[in-house]
């Protein structure tokens, strides 16, 4: 399990700069931009909850 949330934050960090590559600064709520900018929030929000997710394991293994 461990294993798979650490996967899991690699993948989403990897989404994110493949999305920021797919940026086009002069038009961001247009076109291919607004679905970069819409996935970068998604990975971002999945990496969040994924370290999230490691602190609490890890405040659960000392309590016990």
Same mark, same amino acid.
């Given at each position: 399990?461990?294993?798979? &949330?650490? $996967? $899991?934050? %690699?993948? =989403? /960090? !990897? %989404? #994110?700069?493949?999305? *920021?590559?797919?940026?086009?600064?002069? !038009?961001? /709520? @247009? =076109? @291919?931009?607004?679905? *970069?900018?819409? =996935? #970068? !929030?998604?990975? !971002?929000?999945?990496?969040?909850?994924? $370290? #999230?997710?490691?602190? *609490?394991?890890? #405040?659960?293994?000392? &309590?016990?």
């Amino acid at each position: 399990m461990k294993v798979f &949330r650490y $996967i $899991i934050i %690699l993948l =989403g /960090l !990897a %989404l #994110i700069v493949f999305n *920021a590559t797919k940026l086009n600064f002069d !038009a961001l /709520l @247009e =076109g @291919e931009s607004q679905v *970069a900018l819409i =996935g #970068i !929030a998604a990975a !971002a929000c999945a990496v969040t909850l994924m $370290i #999230i997710l490691n602190t *609490a394991y890890s #405040i659960k293994k000392k &309590r016990k």
